[in-house]
């Protein structure tokens, strides 16, 4: 049995007395692998300290000092990247070469902010008035807390944590409760980096801790992602107490596909995106948009490809889906089988049914199995449609023409990702100018922007108006200085009560 602590002062920190734990399951089989720390007030208070002592000294040391922590972190993640990708799959289920993958995007953010010493860079006018200079800087703001999610438990603290430390801050990361053991494996190479103790914490639990961290008056910042109603309530609750706040929601991403396009591509395409990870991505394809005449076909390609994936354990090599995190979280995703025949849809691969390592079916394995399910002739009006199920479940909807299929995604709750799939051009350019999505693939299912661009959606998969990491990221965990300065000379000209202008 795993015992999943905190990490404060840079050891991992056991509960005085016990306090409360949750379970942490192995996915695959069902089974309580572990139990997880749920830390307490005091607890979050005792991480907050630690972060806050250590801030000074990080916030002074050099720019290239702190860089070439990050350069060491970035050789850590490398030379660990297959421990961490266990771990992952382990708590998570997803399969051993996505978790790689999610590492990989990871280590790209660090990469990214290796090049803080030129993030960082001001501007400087030499005379804006008379002997008047003006230059602006950017500083860190002190503690900045992370909140992340269980679906990538170390790619997604990693949109965070590395810019926010390499400009300056201290950083207290709350990991997801289903799968929080990447964390303390992330904490560790940090330490072993150089990072001094303090300046990285991760403080386990659930929404006691994330209450303290939103009152605490030390953090000063908050990024969150996870589901949206979490997401509305830790943007309002946070910037209620003067924080600043990032929180990413959840998301229901569509595929348009114009009767233009290559069909096979469009399947692999819609299947990739569809499916992997279980669909437990918040860039995963839920619903395809099949504009007449190409629904027959298209729905024809995706079933045959479906019926060729190979569902198992993540530590299996042979399987390309994995289960879902939680027995709760299978339950709720099934549930939206029956609701879909209900609202009219065809249930035209049943993921109930699917083989589990070529052997019994999904609902006779233990464990938390569904496999690859796919609706069609989902109602645009449907719960099935309009709500994120956040599994392996695809939706096909037909519509009659591009601006039908438009009007769908735009009218939705969610503005996450989205993708066209077409070869006309003029096409491609009226999608990406009218879609109200954040993030716009063209033939590209899941537009993951890379580190130097900024993550993050519109509307509900947003509150707040600033993306992860990028330069997006670097505003956000610094504040904007801009100092005017004048050296004096003999001409000093004495007291002027007007309001300073150009001279
Ligand atoms: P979740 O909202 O249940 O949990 C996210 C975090 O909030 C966890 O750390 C959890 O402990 C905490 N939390 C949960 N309930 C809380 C409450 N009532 N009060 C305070 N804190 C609470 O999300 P999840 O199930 O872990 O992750 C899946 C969701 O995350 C999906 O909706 C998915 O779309 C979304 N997601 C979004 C993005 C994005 O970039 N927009 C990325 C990844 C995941």
Redesign the pocket.
Known sequence: MKNITHWIDGARTEVPGGGRTSEVFDPATGEVAGHVHLASVEEVDAAVASALAAYPAWRDSSLVRRSQVLFRFRELLHANRDELARLISAEHGKVHSDALGEVARGIEVVEFACGIPHLLKGGFSEGVSTRVDSYSIRQPLGVVAG??????PAM?PMWMFPVAIAAGNSFVL?????DPSASLLLAELWKEAGLPDGVFTVVQG??VA??RLLGHPDVKAVS?????P?AR??YETGTAAGKRVQA????KNHMLVLPDADLDLVADAAVSAGFGSAGER?MAISVVLAVDPVGDELVDKIVSRVSALTVGPGDDPASEMGPLVTGAHRDKVVSYLDLGVSEGAKLVVDGRLTPVRGGATAEETPGFWLGPTVLDHVPADSRVHRE?I?GPVLSVVRVSSYEEGLDLINGGEYG?GTAVFTNDGGAARRFQNEVEVGMVGINVPIPVPMAFYS???WKA??FGDTHVHGTEGVHFYTRGKVVTSRWLDPSHGGVNLGFPTNR
């Open positions: 909140i992340t999610p269980f679906n990538f997604v709350k990991p997801s409760e289903r659930d929404k994330v209450d969150f992602v996870g589901s949206t979490v309530y830790v990413l929601g959840g998301a918040c994120e956040f996450n993550f993050g959606g998969s947003l």
